[in-house]
């Protein structure tokens, strides 16, 4: 077992900044990859970022490319989401999910997930 916890959430105004964490305990050996996925009221969840604990690599969708960084800290077991210039339409509940696959992109492809953390954009 996995067990994640997402922490960092949320008010904050369009344009402005934060950082989400998530810090994972438990069996963490067989995860190869870490994500964070949102989801709006309304909406489905989707995939937001993804890295692999191993060298780095990372995987965004479009919409955040240039906007959001996904980073770990190995030694803390620890994954992060650095949230620059935010749009209302960032709006909704962010989870961390771990995966034994290399940066899957569908949650389907995730064994662990947290709890979520509210994240809101106002404009």
């Known amino acids: 077992q996995v067990q994640l916890v997402e922490s960092g959430g949320g008010l904050v105004q369009a344009g402005g900044s934060l950082r989400l964490s998530c810090a994972a305990s438990?069996?963490?050996?067989?995860?190869?990859?870490m994500a964070w996925f949102r989801q709006a009221p309304g909406k489905e969840r989707e995939f937001v970022a993804a890295?692999?604990?191993?060298?780095?690599?990372?995987s965004y969708r479009d919409s955040v490319k240039g906007r959001f960084t996904i980073s770990r800290d190995n030694a803390k077991n620890t994954v992060y989401l650095q949230m620059n210039s935010l749009k209302p339409e960032d709006t909704g509940v962010y989870y961390c999910?771990?995966?034994?696959?290399?940066?899957?992109?569908?949650?389907?492809?995730?064994?662990?997930w947290g709890q979520g953390t509210q994240v809101t954009v106002s404009s």
């Open positions: 999910a771990s995966s034994g696959r290399w940066l899957p992109t569908r949650e389907e492809e995730y064994e662990y």
């Open positions: 890295i692999r604990w191993s060298g780095g690599s990372t």
């Open positions: 438990g069996r963490t050996f067989g995860s190869d990859s």
